[in-house]
């Protein structure tokens, strides 16, 4: 049987209106399982810093490319700090972080990891955190300049930094208008 895209919307149609945030989770969590797997293989072959050098250059690269798509899919028209921070919760970075503080203002918002999956996963599993910083900062920074050069993204405190138990990373994002 050839199934076309017609039919594999048709099939997603079918699924109860109910469980499609489900099914959306679902397979961001496939994605970052497959973004970890392939860490891991890098890491375990050769080494944590080549493993996160290549990691963070492709989070800089999906950064400008999922924030160009959000900006479209979102039809936002707009460069400012509020409608970047709208895309940012709809990307595949934000969207399902479970423990998440967020504070958006016309010129500064801040997001907080307060629990993260990723780190509790490897935790559980024996390893150590994973020092995310640099890739978290590639991504978010290539993506914040898709929307608006003028947006400056600081890190607070993300993994190597040592953290309090209850935050795992701060990121905070300032328009300086000229």
């Known amino acids: 049987m050839i199934m076309s895209r017609k039919d594999d919307l048709e099939l997603l149609t079918r699924l109860p209106k109910e469980k499609l945030p489900d099914y959306i989770f679902l397979q961001l969590r496939n994605l970052w399982a497959v973004d970890g797997l392939y860490y891991l293989g890098i890491e ?4 944590t810093e080549v493993a996160t050098s290549i990691d963070a250059n492709v989070w800089e690269v999906m950064g ?3 924030a160009r798509k959000l900006k479209e899919f979102l039809n936002l028209t707009t460069t400012d700090l509020p409608s970047m921070m709208k895309a940012l919760l ?3 970075w934000a969207l399902d972080l479970e423990d998440k503080e967020v504070s958006i203002s016309k010129n500064h918002a801040v997001i907080r990891t307060v629990r993260c999956r990723v780190q509790h996963t490897r935790k ?3 390893l150590k955190e994973f020092g995310c910083k640099p890739v978290r900062f590639r ?3 290539a993506f914040a300049k898709e929307f608006n050069p003028d947006i400056i993204v600081k890190c607070t405190v993300c ?3 040592t953290h309090p138990e209850n935050l795992w990373c701060e990121w905070e994002f300032i328009h300086k208008e000229k």
Do not use: T, V
Not at 44 to 47: A, F, L, P
């Open 44 to 47: 375990e072959r050769y080494g």
């Open 64 to 66: 400008k490319i999922e």
């Open 90 to 92: 709809h990307s595949s």
């Open 124 to 126: 559980s599993k024996g």
């Open 139 to 141: 991504f978010l920074k």
């Open 159 to 161: 993994p190597p930094d």
